[in-house]
């Protein structure tokens, strides 16, 4: 651990529950960060109806990937990391010869296409990887950033003559 | 009043089966090489016996039927793409004679809005086309109480064939060639299939709604389609997975039209199952409007035309 420690700023929405507040700082502690403090801001609801919560806390680079990493694994919604914002988040499946194209460089593009982050993949292949196989992408996006990534991805998938089907983001409350 | 019924197929024989039950009555009935005409009335069950024993409605040529006496011309022959022929003669033809329209052909208000526009405006008669949209969900009277400008959106599950299949396909786990050789079977897919399965069909019925929205001339070139042929059962079953399911979902907004498989939630509004069809409105003031039913099928259909009768006979 050659990296300097630096101070981050996380925020986080929780569903107002008992025992959230506790469930998301454990992983911070358990990843070797050290809190330095939590602003709790119960009573104030984001749009999503949800409570925000801001945390300081101290790590090295490296520490505070895993800490962020583990807070998503451990199902807490993480809005704001360090310098990054991630308030939109988006399911869409591509469905195709995606071994073919070689879907390691395909994820590779679409993270290059803005500011999104690919947080999940789930590949079906009933026939083979040689056959048509389908993949289930969770993107985060920032606010705002839903249009432009999903533009990039048909743009990708044309010229990879893939099928993408995106979620109907208007119109199901 | 006295209709004309252009095409005997499942939806002009249910017109002239259903009229009198809406107090009009049927003048004359074509198919694409006869046609029966009777000013006094034409006997449902005789025609339809007829055209069963002899592939034929009646003695006449179909220019008769068009040349009757009657007051509303009820425009009933396929869907063409293009010229949109031979209906957007028939629809012609009356106006110049100054008669009521009314469509379930899809063709001259998809492909020629502007020329028919002009027709009617040349006319004493007026155009209705509740069923060219959704069968018998009243999606077109809805956005016409509501004042088509205040209509925000529409979107929905416009083609009950494509839903067939992507419904069994998600309950079933089968592949799509599979499920629409059922489809087949129950003659719920047509033996050839493109016009639905390709987005086509919900494309038309999004340019229509456009048409009445905007007030603009839509035709088919201006929509992005894509269908749902040879979809992978795989990607129903990641989507699954995670409580969505996949509808050919058509949308009309900000001026533009867009008919593709969709993400939507598994049991959310839009999910309709079957061959069932939904309309979803967004409007400035009433919020939202969701209007499910059938959307395809011949008494289902003539309802709507003969609702369409109905409103004409009152103006």
Redesign the interface.
Known sequence: MSEAVQAYTVRLELVDEPGELLRALEPISENGGNLLSVLHERGNLTPRGRIPIEVDLEATPERFDAIVESLRDAGVNVVQAGAERYSEELVVILSGHLVETDLSETLTHIQGSGEVSVTDVSLSAPGGTGDVSSARLRLATESGGIDGVLDAIDDLAEEKGLRVITPLTEGEA | MKLAVMGAGAVGASVLDLAAEYGHEVVAIADSSSAAVDSHGLNPEAVTDRKAETGTVGDHDPADALAADYDVLVEATPTTLGDAEPGYSHVVEAFERDCHVVLANKGPVAERYADVRAAEEASDGDLLFEATVAGAIPALSTVADLGPTHVT?V?GVLNGTANFVLSRMAAEGLDYEHVLAEAQDLGVAEADPSFDVEGTDAALKCVILANVLYDREYTLADASV?GIAN?????L???A??G?T?RL?G?V?DGEIRV??????EN???AVTGTRNIV?L?TAFAG?LNISGRGAGGPETASAVLADVGRLAKR
Do not use: F, K, M, N
Not at chain 2, 231 to 235: E, K, N, R
């Open positions: 959106a979107r894509e979809l992978s059962g795989s990607v079953e990641l989507a997975e995670d969505r996949v979902i949308e907004q593709g498989p969709r993400l939507v939630p959310g509004t839009l979803q967004d939202r």
